[in-house]
C-alpha cells in the first residue's frame, strides 16, 4: 500500500513538472517573440508641448520628425528597420515631463528628438540617462544642461544661452547704443538662466549700466508693477527672458504707458505667435533666433515639404528639429545598432547635412556649426538684422 501510494505520489511530480516545463516554454517563447517584435522598428520618440500655450513651439517638432521618418522609410528604413515615432505630450512642465519620458522608456523608445523647454528637460533627463537612451532637443538652450556634464546622453542642434545673451547684449550696446538696460525674466530655468547671462555679460561691461533686474511671475494677468519699476529706471531697453504669452503682455503694457523702451527678447519669443498675441505692439520688437539658413537647399526643401503636407508654414525650431531628427537616425546608421556608446560616438565623430548646414556635435553635446542672429518685427513679420 505503501510502495503503490509512493508511485502516485512520483507520478503526480511528473505530470507537475512537465506542466511547469510547458508554462516556461511558453512563456519564454512569448518573451522571445515579444522581444523580436521590438527590434522590428528602430522607435523614435518625440516629446514635448504638443498642446497648451506652448504648443507652438512643441508641434513642428512632431512634424519635422514625421517629414524625415516618412522620406527615410520610402527608402527602407534604417538598417533595414522602419522607424516608428512614439509622441508624448509634456506641456513644457517639468512634473509631467517625468511622466512623459516613463512613458517612452516603457514604450521601448531607442532614441528621443526632444523635450522643448529646458526645465521640462532637465526634469526628465535623469530618467533618459539610467536608461541609457540618448536624447536631442531642438530648442533647449540652458547652458548647465550640457556644461556640467552631468548628462552625457544629452545633445541640442541649438546653440546655448550664454552665446545667445551675449549677443542681445552686445546688439543693445554697441548697435542700439542704449546705456540704460533693465533685464527681466519669468524665474524659469529657461528664461532666468538667459537673464543671468545677460546681466553677468552687462555688469561686465563700462559701457552700460544694469538698471534693474527682475524676475515676473508666468501666467499673470497684470505686469504693471514690473513695468512701473522698469519706467522708473530709466532704461533705454529691456532684454526679456522667457517665452511669448508673458513677453507679449509686458511689451503691451509697456506701450499702453506711453513707454517707448526698446524691447529685446530671445529665441522663446521669435515665434509668429507673438507676434499674433501681441498685435501691434509686437512692431519693432527685437528677438534672437537661429541663423537664418532659408538659402540652404535642404532646408527649402523641408519647408516645401511642410507646406504641401499640413498646408502651413512650418513654426519655431523645425528646422532644428528637422536637423535632430536626422542627425539621430544618421548615428543609428552609421553605428549600425541602436547600441548607446555605438550612437555617442556616431554623433560625436560623424558631420550631417542639415537643413542648418553640416554639424557635428562636441564632446558636451553641443552642436558644432549652428549660432543665432537678431530679428526684428517689420510690417507684422520678423526680418534679420543685418
Known sequence: ?????????????????????????????????????SAETIKLGVAGAHSGNLASYGVPSVRAAELVVRDINAKGGILGKKVELL???????????????????????????????????????????????????????????????????????????????????DFAIDILKVRKIAVLHDKGDYGKGLSEFAKKYLEASDKAELVLYEGVTPGAVDYSAVVQKTKHSGAEAVIFGGYHPEASKIIGQMRKKGMETVFISDDGVKDNTFIKVAGKYAEGVYATGPIDTSTNPMAIAAIEAHKNTYGTEPGAFFLNAYSASLCLLNAIQKAGSTDYDAVLKALKTEYVDTPLGKISFDERGDAIGVGFCMYQVQNGVYVEVK
Do not use: W
Open 87 to 169: 509622441v508624448e505630450d509634456d506641456v513644457c512642465k517639468p512634473e509631467i515631463a517625468t511622466n512623459t519620458a516613463t512613458k517612452l522608456v516603457a514604450e521601448g523608445v531607442d532614441i528621443v528628438l526632444g523635450h522643448i523647454c529646458s526645465g521640462a528637460t532637465k526634469a526628465a533627463l535623469g530618467i533618459y540617462k539610467d536608461s541609457k537612451i540618448i536624447i536631442m532637443s531642438p530648442s533647449c538652450t540652458n547652458p548647465a544642461l550640457t556644461q556640467s556634464g552631468d548628462y552625457p546622453n544629452f545633445f541640442r542642434s541649438i546653440a546655448s544661452d550664454d552665446v545667445q545673451a551675449k549677443l542681445e547684449v
Open 1 to 37: 500500500m505503501k510502495c503503490g501510494f509512493r508511485k502516485q505520489l512520483i507520478a503526480l511530480a511528473v505530470v507537475i513538472l512537465y506542466g511547469f516545463f510547458l508554462i516556461s516554454c511558453g512563456e519564454s517563447e512569448k518573451t522571445s517573440d515579444a522581444s523580436h517584435k
